[in-house]
């Protein structure tokens, strides 16, 4: 089992910043890809980042590539999510996931989080 607890959402303004964290306990978190969703009321959960256990490579949809960076401290067992030039469409819940594979699908993912809400206003 892997254990995952995300914080640092929060309301913020359109081209501000917010840094999300996911803090993970449990199996040994070097060994899982760790990723971050988000859900939109009325829409699917949608692919954000992920980071192979190794930090070498991260991956993330157009929506929100040279905006967002993943990144993760093995040492600590946490992931985060620094999130610049944010956008009102970015409003959403976010969760982080972490499985043995990467993967872009929501429902390959075998841990979640509980979800932390981000709200960006104009």
């Known amino acids: 089992q892997v254990q995952l607890v995300e914080s640092g959402g929060g309301l913020v303004q359109a081209g501000g910043s917010l840094r999300l964290s996911c803090a993970a306990s449990?199996?040994?978190?070097?060994?899982?890809?760790m990723a971050w969703f988000r859900q939109a009321p009325g829409k699917e959960r949608e692919f954000v980042a992920a980071?192979?256990?190794?930090?070498?490579?991260?991956y993330y949809p157009d929506s929100v590539k040279g905006r967002f960076t993943i990144s993760r401290d093995n040492e600590r067992n946490t992931v985060h999510l620094q999130m610049n030039s944010l956008k009102p469409e970015d409003t959403a819940v976010y969760y982080c996931?972490?499985?043995?594979?990467?993967?872009?699908?929501?429902?390959?993912?075998?841990?979640w989080g509980q979800g932390t809400q981000v709200t960006v206003y104009s």
């Open positions: 996931a972490a499985d043995r594979y990467l993967r872009t699908t929501a429902g390959d993912y075998e841990y």
């Open positions: 449990g199996r040994t978190f070097i060994r899982y890809v």
């Open positions: 980071i192979r256990w190794s930090g070498g490579s991260t």
